[in-house]
């Protein structure tokens, strides 16, 4: 039989170029019907703020070290009203100064944080009213926005925005083999379909070589130039998840000094470690338990302690924090008294400017504390799963930090480095947690098993660690 040419599919450019739409369609239709209903810039304003600000304590749809923020506004709006204000002017001099709010007796604040275990908020002082709306907005709509992650990493100060790139790269090259395929296919066809017409006696018309199609040439280009600048967008993004990463940060605070030679527990300051899903970054005001008294540090005497203080507005020559109408002018003449008994021999003009001028750059200012660690956001990590339930040690996973002077990434937060280490690791079967696992508790007994590890519990499944 020969072939017969009316059977032969009409594999045209024009159908090729359709398809691949139609698949690109697929892929991003997602991201498209999900932005329908929601204002992005806001959304991306929103995600922003809250990952470097209020991340480190709130989630927005469950409790960590405060409450979840979604809803809130409807929260304070309904139980905040006080002494003649509204709840809602209430919430966003919350924000602004928690700790003011507290004093001036509001019932509902009073109420959180008695309910938090008196946990003392951040003071956010530098946040305009529009920026707290952002944030609200964004912890109301978490799940409802798309990606635009190029906006979003543009006004992140400190990387705190996660890429997606390889998840979305693995796509691409999906589509890019996709094309390729469909082309050796056009041609295959196209040799078939002379074949036959040969058979049959037809005339033939020479197929133009393939890079004088101009339409073909039209679409490859278009392919290359996106992937590419898609590539290049998301490659710059992914910066700063990397091993042995040291960034400088804007205290010299020394992980040596204070979890190595005074010993304090690493879950003095970092408590969410065991509680949530995060390990938290301490704000200011736990530094200020000790910081209070200590006032002079062995190595860079009162220069970076200044930061402290002046980052919450606190004058430590009579122990008192400035007021909110300070000048200047009164901050930094309280803060050269201070800095000024470094250099008791005789005042060094310079190295005193220099520390001035750094400690009154962070007045009255969250510390913008550069995040090391950052898994991609397709990957979901769980601290109090690990130090809580598996028990594994700080050390294990971020190396010695009690005797880094700098904190250095340890680990390369790479899937193998996850995986290897649930396929070695056994779990504690005593654990009331794994009750339900009744075979693997019969197996150890009988000798079968002599271990269970956290591969034998799901551990390499992929949907326990993407989301
Ligand atoms: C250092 C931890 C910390 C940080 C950072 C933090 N918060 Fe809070 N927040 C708390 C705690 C704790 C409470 C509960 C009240 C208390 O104990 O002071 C709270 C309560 C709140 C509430 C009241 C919630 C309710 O249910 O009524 C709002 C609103 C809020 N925070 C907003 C923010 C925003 C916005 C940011 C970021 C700009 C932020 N917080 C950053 C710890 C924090
Ligand atoms: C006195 C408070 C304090 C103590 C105690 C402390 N840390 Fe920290 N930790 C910080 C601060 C502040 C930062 C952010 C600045 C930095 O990276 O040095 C930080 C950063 C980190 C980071 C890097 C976070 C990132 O951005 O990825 C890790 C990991 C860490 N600490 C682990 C530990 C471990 C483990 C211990 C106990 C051995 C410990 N910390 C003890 C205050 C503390
Ligand atoms: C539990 C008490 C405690 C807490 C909390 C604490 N520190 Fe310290 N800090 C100390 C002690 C003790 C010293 C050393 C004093 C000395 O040796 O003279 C010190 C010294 C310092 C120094 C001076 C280092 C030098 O070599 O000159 C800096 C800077 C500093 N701390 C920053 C911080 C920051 C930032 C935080 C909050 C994240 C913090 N500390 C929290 C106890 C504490
Ligand atoms: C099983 C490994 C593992 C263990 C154990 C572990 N961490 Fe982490 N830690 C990570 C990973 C992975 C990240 C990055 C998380 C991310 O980007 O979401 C991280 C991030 C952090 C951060 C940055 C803030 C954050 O949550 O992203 C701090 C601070 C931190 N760890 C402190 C600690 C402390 C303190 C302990 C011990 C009480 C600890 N970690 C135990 C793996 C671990
Ligand atoms: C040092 C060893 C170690 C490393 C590294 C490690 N894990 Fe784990 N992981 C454990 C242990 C132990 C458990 C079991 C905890 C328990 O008993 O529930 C666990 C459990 C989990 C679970 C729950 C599994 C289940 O079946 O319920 C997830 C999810 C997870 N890890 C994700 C990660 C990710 C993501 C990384 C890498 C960023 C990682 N882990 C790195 C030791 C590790
Ligand atoms: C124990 C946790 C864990 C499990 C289980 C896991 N992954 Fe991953 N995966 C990760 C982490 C962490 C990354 C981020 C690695 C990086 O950014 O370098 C990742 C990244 C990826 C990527 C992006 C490409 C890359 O290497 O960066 C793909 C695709 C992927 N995983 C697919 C899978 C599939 C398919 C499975 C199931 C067979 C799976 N993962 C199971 C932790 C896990």
């Known amino acids: 039989m020969t072939f017969s040419r009316l059977n032969a599919p009409k594999l045209t450019v024009r159908n090729v170029f359709n398809v691949l739409l139609l698949f690109i369609l697929t892929l991003t239709s997602q991201t498209i019907f999900a932005q329908d209903a929601i204002d992005q810039a806001r959304w991306d304003a929103g ?3 809250f990952k470097s600000q209020c991340q480190s304590c709130h989630l927005p749809d469950k409790k960590m070290t405060g409450p979840a923020l979604q809803y809130a506004r409807e929260r304070w709006i309904e139980n905040g009203d006080y002494d003649g204000k509204s709840g809602e002017e209430w919430l966003y001099e919350w924000v602004k100064n928690s700790s003011a709010v507290i004093s001036s007796g509001h019932t509902y604040a009073n109420g959180l944080y008695n309910e938090y275990d008196k946990s003392v908020m951040s003071l956010f002082p530098q946040l305009t009213n529009e920026q707290i709306d952002d944030i609200l907005y964004y912890a109301d709509n978490y799940d409802k926005g798309g990606s ?3 906006a979003a990493a543009a006004n992140a100060p400190t990387g705190a925005v996660q890429s997606t790139f390889p998840m979305k790269t693995f796509l691409w090259i999906l589509v890019g083999s996709l094309a390729f395929i469909a082309l050796i296919l056009w041609r295959v066809f196209g040799m078939l379909d002379r074949m036959a017409k040969e058979k049959a006696g037809e005339e033939i018309t020479p197929t133009p070589p393939i890079w004088q199609n101009k339409k073909l040439t039209t679409l490859l280009t278009i392919v290359v130039v996106v992937f590419l600048g898609y590539y290049t967008a998301s490659s710059a993004m992914g910066l700063g998840r990397q091993q042995s990463y ?3 940060q804007p205290i010299k605070y020394s992980h040596e000094l204070h979890a190595g030679k005074y010993q304090i527990d690493c879950q003095y300051c970092h408590s969410g470690a065991s509680q949530s899903k995060h390990s938290n970054i301490p704000s200011i ?3 200020m338990n000790c910081h209070k008294n200590i006032q002079q540090g062995p190595q860079h005497g009162r220069k970076e302690i200044a930061k402290i203080y002046s980052a919450i507005a606190y004058n430590p020559n009579n122990g008192t924090y400035f007021a909110d109408d300070a000048s200047m002018d009164e901050v930094e003449a309280e803060l050269i008294a201070y800095l000024k008994q470094d250099y008791e021999a005789g005042v060094d003009q310079t190295e005193l400017d220099e520390a001035l001028d750094a400690a009154l750059a962070m007045y009255n200012k969250p510390v913008e504390w ?6 991609p956001d397709h990957v979901y990590f769980n601290h109090a799963q690990h130090v809580n339930a598996g028990k594994v ?3 294990t996973c971020h190396g010695n930090i009690q005797e880094m002077e700098v904190v250095a990434q340890h680990a390369p937060l790479s899937m193998g480095w996850c995986i290897n280490c649930h396929r070695e690791t056994e779990v504690d079967m005593g654990n009331n947690y794994y009750q339900v696992y009744e ?3 019969e197996d150890l007994k009988s000798g079968a098993m002599d271990k269970v590890t ?9 949907q326990k660690c993407h989301y």
């Open 393 to 395: 040690e700080c050390q």
């Open 439 to 441: 075979k693997y508790h």
């Open 454 to 462: 956290v591969e034998d519990i799901g551990g390499t499944e992929c």
């Open 370 to 375: 550069v995040r090391i660690h950052n898994l």
């Open 47 to 49: 995600k922003s703020l």
């Open 285 to 287: 005001n736990v530094c």
């Open 246 to 248: 040291a960034p400088e």
């Open 148 to 150: 635009a992650p190029v």
